[in-house]
C-alpha cells in the first residue's frame, strides 16, 4: 500500500482472488512424477491473481500502479522464476511426562 501512498492514491478496498491449477493426483502422491512430466508434478501449473480495487484515481493510474506492483513485487517475482527451495528438519524429542 505503500506505493499507494507514495503517488497520492487513497484505497477504499482492495480484493485479491488467487486461483491455480494443481494436479491433485500428483498433490496426494496417489500418481507418481514421471520423469518429471509436468502433468504429474504436485505443484501449481499456473496461478492466476485478480485484483479488485476501488480508489480515488482514474483507470489508467491504478493500471500503472498495477503494473508496477507485479514488476517489483517480491512474491510475484518469486512465483515467476525458478529459486533455490532449502528445507530443515529438527526433530525434537517428546517430554515424558513423571
Same mark, same amino acid.
Given at each position: ?10 484505497? $477504499? ?15 496426494? +502422491?496417489? *500418481? ?7 502433468? &504429474?508434478?504436485? +505443484?501449481?501449473?499456473?496461478?492466476? !491473481? &485478480? *485484483? ?8 489508467? !493510474? ?8 507485479? &514488476?517489483?513485487?517480491?512474491? +510475484?517475482?518469486?512465483?515467476? $522464476? ?12 517428546? &517430554?515424558? *511426562?513423571?
Amino acid at each position: 500500500m505503500s506505493c499507494c501512498q507514495q503517488q497520492g492514491i487513497k484505497v $477504499r478496498a482492495i480484493r485479491i482472488d488467487v486461483e491455480g491449477e494443481i494436479d491433485l493426483p500428483g498433490f496426494l +502422491g496417489l *500418481v507418481p512424477p514421471a520423469e518429471l512430466n509436468m502433468d &504429474r508434478l504436485p +505443484g501449481f501449473k499456473n496461478v492466476t !491473481a &485478480r *485484483v479488485k480495487i476501488e480508489a480515488d484515481a482514474d483507470a489508467k !493510474a491504478l493500471k500503472d500502479l498495477h503494473e508496477h506492483v507485479v &514488476r517489483t513485487s517480491p512474491v +510475484g517475482v518469486t512465483l515467476s $522464476r525458478p529459486v533455490t527451495i532449502k528445507t530443515e528438519l529438527e526433530v525434537l524429542q517428546a &517430554r515424558s *511426562v513423571a
